[in-house]
């Protein structure tokens, strides 16, 4: 691995991170040293992806732990959104916490955390050529750099490592080239200077930590720089009299001021994928100072020639003008966005803009202010003064100017970003969003009204609209014992399933007394229930009421003498498939008449069956004593009158086990039966037998002696 390629690793590593290892960098092989380098870098690369990562977590549920400590970086943090169970700001890690969200929409919360390790402001002095570093925890003097001539512009990196000076040389005598000084934060040396463009006026420093831009006034041009190599890698050409300079907070668009000799002054902007201008701007004369938003969106403008600023935006590219105090000179925004804070030299004065409503106040300051610039966590202004020289610090919160703090140089200048967040701590805050989900939410569906039906038939359909709000599944609903649901009102189950996960609209649920259970009051809940929702009960009540069934004693007949024959009964309004083994007690059917009655009909009565499902009714039958004797026509007369079509034969139909046999006279079978159900009609095998005599037998019981005689059709 060669050295550019080496150096580009460790500037990608906090110190701390290879302080150890580099004590052993002579001990370890050159391969085993990158190699520890590379894995280093992938646990910064990790530990800060995981830092900005977004999370999602339901309410009532732990949220993932926030480490933001890293390398000696403590950080402090906002969140916009309290609600989620989160204070509004806080020092240090985000500990895991129970989120909160009582609603029926998902609430977001967005956190932004800064640094506030021990940071350094950088003054550069142009007069006395140096830079004064001063410890913005304890607000000390910590040490004065000697730099090139005339230090104007500042530029912190990204991790707080290195600190480019522009020197701008353009003093009578002096080279006409500009260059750059490079401070070690660590070491507070400067470790490199390289020459750039005549009348170097600003400099800005890339996030990504690979390049820094310098804008050359009197060159129209601007120097692109190399920062791991510290060389000047190529230059931007065709920009009249560049002045400020800026770089949005992903590194990807560089804004660049310039009066161009006209009446109006132009803003250009540069892709830095390419160092191509993409687009410019017509702005206000004079404009030294410029920031862009942290978001990105807005780009802040000083019209030094005028009592405004100009802010322009980054998609659209118009212009709007918002007013301050006569002829500003430099700016800064804070790391909320939410201020902008200009520097007036020739009145002493800071004008402080809240861009929500683009209104403004001021400050008066003890001197002439030039440089300003906000400390990564948002909580002090730094502003370079002349005339003293001096540095002031404005407490953010309650606008307070602290006491000042000395330069030990002259002509105090330092315009750009020159406050840091610590070395090895991001300048970039850190933000991300959690988003609460609501607790899965079923919708209570109210009251359902008592319904009825008798056993055997369901009852009327009652309707439950049945809902819910962020579910992670559908809405189970459940019938208790004695009732069943449905979604069609035609297809019931005891249970079935509402909607989907999500938000589950408002559906029809029938809700109705089962046809097949028992007679009794059934009460109990309709439950519906959604994993991780609290389940709702919806209580429902019906009674199932009796059915009527009729018991009828069959009729019966028996002779003369015999026996009280088998009593029997029919069953008519049984339901639900039931028989007569349901009833509880079976009926008892009696009769008056006993074996020796004489002839004559005796009721038969039923009475005592029981069943909880049926209110019986009774019907009595008649039991008829007969004498037995039969009575044989000897003709009859099937001719379709009506009259005596058939051959009727008296009490033959009680004789069930009879067989009655008619012959033709040559002796051949034309009809033959066991029993005599119903009279014979003349017929063979459905035809008319012709007119005639014919022969019978009938034998009344197997073993009875046989009555015979002669029958006559006539027709």
Same mark, same amino acid.
């Given at each position: 691995?060669?050295?550019?390629?080496?150096?580009?690793?460790?500037?990608?590593?906090?110190?701390?991170?290879?302080?150890?290892?580099?004590?052993?960098?002579?001990?370890?092989?050159?391969?085993?040293?990158?190699?520890?380098?590379?894995?280093?870098?992938?646990?910064?690369?990790?530990?800060?992806?995981?830092?900005?990562?977004?999370?999602?977590?339901?309410?009532?549920?732990?949220? #993932?732990?926030?480490?933001?400590?890293? %390398?000696?970086?403590?950080?402090?943090?906002?969140?916009d959104?309290?609600?989620?169970?989160l204070?509004?700001?806080?020092l240090?890690?985000?500990p895991? /916490?129970?989120?909160?969200?009582?609603?029926t929409?998902?609430?977001?919360?967005?956190?932004?955390?800064?640094?506030?390790?021990?940071?350094?402001?950088?003054?550069?002095?142009s007069?006395?050529?140096?830079?004064?570093?001063i410890n913005?925890?304890?607000?000390?003097?910590?040490?004065?750099?000697?730099?090139?001539?005339?230090?104007?512009?500042?530029?912190?990196?990204n991790?707080?490592?290195?600190?480019y000076?522009?020197?701008?040389?353009?003093?009578?005598? =002096?080279?006409?080239?500009?260059s750059v000084?490079?401070?070690d934060?660590?070491?507070?040396?400067?470790?490199?200077? /390289? *020459?750039?463009?005549?009348?170097?006026?600003?400099?800005?420093?890339?996030?990504?930590?690979?390049?820094?831009?310098v804008t050359?006034?009197?060159?129209?041009?601007?120097?692109?720089?190399?920062?791991?190599?510290?060389?000047?890698?190529?230059?931007?050409?065709g920009i &009249?009299?560049?002045?400020? &300079?800026a770089?949005?907070?992903?590194?990807?668009?560089?804004?660049?001021?310039?009066?161009?000799?006209?009446?109006?002054?132009?803003?250009?902007?540069?892709?830095?994928?390419?160092?191509?201008v993409?687009?410019?701007v017509?702005?206000?004369?004079?404009?030294?100072?410029?920031?862009?938003?942290?978001?990105?969106?807005?780009? @802040?403008?000083t019209?030094?020639?005028?009592?405004?600023?100009?802010?322009?935006?980054?998609?659209? @590219?118009?212009?709007?003008?918002?007013?301050?105090?006569?002829?500003?000179?430099?700016l800064a925004? *804070?790391?909320? %966005?939410?201020?902008?804070?200009?520097?007036?030299?020739?009145?002493?004065?800071?004008?402080?803009v809240?861009?929500?409503?683009?209104?403004?106040?001021?400050?008066?300051?003890?001197?002439?202010?030039?440089? &300003?610039?906000?400390?990564?966590?948002?909580?002090?202004?730094?502003?370079?003064?002349? +005339?003293?020289?001096?540095?002031?610090?404005?407490?953010?919160?309650?606008?307070?100017i602290?006491?000042?703090?000395?330069?030990t140089g002259?002509?105090?200048?330092?315009?750009? +970003?020159?406050?840091s967040?610590?070395?090895?701590?991001?300048?970039?805050?850190?933000? /991300?969003?959690?988003?609460?989900?609501?607790?899965?939410?079923?919708?209570?569906?109210g009251?359902?009204?008592?319904?009825?039906?008798? @056993?055997?038939?369901?009852?009327?359909?009652?309707?439950?609209?049945?809902?819910?709000?962020?579910?992670?599944?559908? #809405?189970?609903?459940?019938?208790?014992?004695?009732?069943?649901?449905?979604?069609?009102?035609?297809?019931?189950?005891s249970?079935?399933?509402?909607?989907?996960?999500?938000?589950?609209?408002?559906?029809?649920?029938?809700?109705r007394?089962?046809?097949?259970?028992?007679?009794?009051i059934?009460?109990?809940?309709?439950?519906?229930?959604s994993?991780?929702?609290?389940?709702?009960?919806?209580?429902?009540e %019906?009674?199932?009421?009796?059915?009527?069934?009729?018991?009828?004693a069959?009729n019966?007949?028996?002779?003369?003498?015999?026996?009280?024959?088998?009593?029997?009964?029919?069953?008519?309004? /049984?339901?639900?498939?039931?028989?007569?083994?349901?009833?509880?007690?079976?009926?008892?059917?009696?009769?008056?008449?006993?074996?020796?009655?004489?002839?004559?009909?005796?009721?038969?009565?039923v009475?005592?069956a029981?069943?909880?499902?049926?209110i019986?009714?009774?019907?009595?039958?008649?039991?008829?004593?007969?004498t037995?004797?039969?009575?044989?026509?000897?003709?009859?007369?099937?001719?379709?009158?009506?009259?005596?079509?058939?051959w009727?034969?008296?009490?033959?139909?009680?004789?069930?086990?009879?067989?009655?046999?008619?012959?033709?006279?040559?002796?051949?079978?034309?009809?033959?039966?066991?029993?005599?159900?119903?009279?014979?009609?003349?017929?063979?095998?459905?035809?008319?037998?012709?007119?005639?005599?014919?022969?019978?037998?009938?034998?009344?019981?197997?073993?009875? =002696?046989?009555?015979?005689?002669?029958?006559?059709i006539?027709?």
């Amino acid at each position: 691995m060669n050295v550019y390629n080496l150096n580009f690793i460790e500037n990608l590593i906090s110190l701390d991170l290879i302080t150890i290892i580099k004590v052993f960098r002579y001990a370890f092989s050159p391969r085993l040293y990158v190699t520890a380098l590379c894995l280093l870098l992938s646990f910064k690369v990790v530990w800060a992806q995981n830092l900005q990562t977004s999370q999602i977590v339901d309410n009532g549920s732990p949220t #993932i732990a926030i480490q933001f400590s890293s %390398g000696g970086c403590s950080y402090q943090w906002t969140n916009d959104n309290p609600q989620i169970g989160l204070g509004a700001n806080g020092l240090g890690d985000i500990p895991s /916490f129970t989120a909160v969200n009582t609603g029926t929409k998902p609430i977001v919360a967005h956190i932004v955390a800064h640094s506030t390790s021990d940071g350094f402001a950088y003054i550069a002095n142009s007069g006395s050529d140096n830079v004064t570093v001063i410890n913005t925890s304890t607000h000390a003097f910590v040490a004065d750099i000697s730099v090139g001539n005339q230090p104007w512009g500042v530029s912190v990196s990204n991790d707080g490592r290195r600190v480019y000076v522009v020197n701008s040389n353009n003093s009578s005598g =002096r080279a006409p080239a500009g260059s750059v000084s490079v401070i070690d934060a660590t070491s507070n040396k400067v470790i490199s200077t /390289f *020459s750039v463009g005549s009348n170097a006026v600003s400099v800005v420093a890339n996030p990504n930590g690979k390049w820094a831009y310098v804008t050359n006034e009197s060159s129209n041009s601007i120097s692109v720089i190399d920062v791991v190599n510290d060389v000047v890698m190529s230059s931007i050409v065709g920009i &009249i009299t560049p002045t400020g &300079i800026a770089i949005n907070s992903n590194g990807t668009r560089l804004y660049v001021t310039a009066e161009s000799n006209t009446a109006t002054s132009i803003l250009y902007v540069i892709d830095t994928s390419n160092n191509q201008v993409i687009q410019t701007v017509q702005i206000s004369l004079r404009p030294t100072g410029i920031a862009v938003s942290p978001d990105g969106s807005k780009i @802040y403008i000083t019209n030094g020639n005028r009592s405004s600023i100009s802010v322009v935006d980054a998609a659209t @590219y118009t212009v709007n003008t918002v007013a301050v105090n006569f002829s500003p000179y430099a700016l800064a925004v *804070s790391p909320a %966005g939410d201020k902008v804070y200009v520097t007036h030299p020739s009145s002493n004065q800071i004008s402080i803009v809240n861009t929500a409503d683009n209104s403004f106040h001021t400050i008066i300051l003890p001197c002439s202010p030039n440089g &300003i610039s906000v400390s990564p966590n948002g909580k002090e202004v730094y502003v370079a003064c002349q +005339n003293p020289d001096n540095v002031y610090v404005i407490d953010t919160q309650t606008e307070t100017i602290l006491p000042p703090i000395a330069t030990t140089g002259s002509s105090a200048i330092s315009i750009g +970003n020159f406050v840091s967040a610590g070395i090895g701590c991001s300048t970039v805050p850190i933000s /991300f969003d959690i988003t609460v989900n609501p607790s899965p939410n079923i919708n209570d569906p109210g009251t359902v009204a008592a319904s009825s039906a008798h @056993y055997g038939a369901s009852s009327t359909s009652q309707v439950i609209n049945v809902s819910g709000n962020g579910l992670k599944a559908g #809405i189970t609903v459940t019938a208790p014992p004695g009732f069943e649901v449905s979604k069609d009102d035609i297809t019931f189950t005891s249970t079935l399933l509402v909607g989907a996960a999500g938000d589950t609209t408002a559906t029809q649920v029938f809700v109705r007394l089962k046809g097949n259970v028992d007679v009794a009051i059934y009460n109990g809940n309709i439950q519906l229930t959604s994993p991780g929702a609290t389940a709702i009960n919806v209580p429902v009540e %019906g009674t199932v009421l009796t059915t009527q069934l009729n018991i009828t004693a069959d009729n019966k007949t028996k002779f003369l003498g015999d026996p009280i024959p088998v009593l029997t009964a029919s069953y008519t309004g /049984f339901v639900n498939g039931d028989t007569p083994a349901k009833l509880s007690t079976l009926p008892q059917i009696t009769t008056t008449a006993v074996a020796s009655s004489p002839i004559g009909k005796y009721p038969i009565t039923v009475s005592g069956a029981i069943d909880k499902n049926y209110i019986i009714v009774y019907l009595p039958g008649v039991l008829e004593v007969v004498t037995g004797d039969i009575s044989t026509p000897n003709a009859f007369t099937p001719n379709g009158d009506g009259i005596n079509d058939t051959w009727d034969i008296k009490n033959l139909n009680l004789y069930t086990s009879c067989t009655v046999e008619v012959l033709n006279r040559y002796g051949q079978k034309v009809f033959y039966t066991t029993g005599y159900p119903k009279p014979w009609n003349g017929t063979e095998n459905g035809g008319d037998l012709p007119v005639g005599t014919y022969y019978y037998i009938i034998k009344l019981k197997p073993d009875s =002696r046989p009555l015979t005689g002669y029958l006559s059709i006539i027709r």
